[in-house]
């Protein structure tokens, strides 16, 4: 069975590789060339571009599902710029909260500067997905992302990093919360 969905998930990627290879040529060509273009061409350029290597990302995590199961998944220990990372954010997601005619904000004044120890692929996966659903069960007002510091050490330059999704939207029932 295991291996069974390897072989499916192995070619279901490549398969979709392919389009997407296009796509994304198509969409570093416009990018080259976006000084021709108006304000709102090049935001959307930009979306295109970061949306595309975003989904190639995530058909190679589709082929780590198979290592979840196995327990082989290890999280990366790479320098993650949060002015960078919520940059990524913001083009993914403005589409979709602009769709909805909601409110879309990211906070993360004074962090600008700072780079964390971290997964950014999955950091950027898990955020992607908590916003996008902040968007999808929100019909009016407003998606909040806000990062701040907690546990501030000078002396050892380290930090925790929280990042909150904050929205107008229904809410998690209290029996899933936990």
Wanted: aromatic share 4%; charged share 25%.
């Amino acid at each position: 069975s295991s291996k069974s969905k390897m072989d499916f998930l192995a070619h279901m990627s490549h398969e979709i590789r392919t389009p997407l290879t296009t796509i994304m040529g198509i969409a570093e060509i416009l990018a080259r060339r976006a000084s021709s273009f108006g304000d709102k061409e090049r935001t959307l350029i930009k979306s295109l571009v970061t949306s595309s290597s975003t989904l190639k990302e995530l058909i190679n995590d589709v082929l780590d599902f198979s290592k979840i199961d196995s327990g082989e998944i290890t999280l990366e220990k790479n320098p993650v710029q949060i002015a960078h990372l919520m940059g990524e954010i913001i083009s993914i997601m403005t589409v979709q909260a602009v769709e909805k005619n909601l409110e879309f904000k990211v906070e993360h004044e004074g962090l600008d500067e700072l780079v964390f120890e971290g997964d950014q692929t999955r950091l950027r996966q898990i955020l992607i997905n908590l916003v996008g659903n902040a968007i999808k069960f929100t019909q009016h007002g407003s998606v909040r992302v806000i990062c701040t510091l907690t546990d501030l050490n000078i002396t050892e330059s380290a930090a925790i990093l929280n990042i909150r999704v904050i929205d107008t939207g229904i809410g998690v029932p209290p029996q899933y919360q936990d």
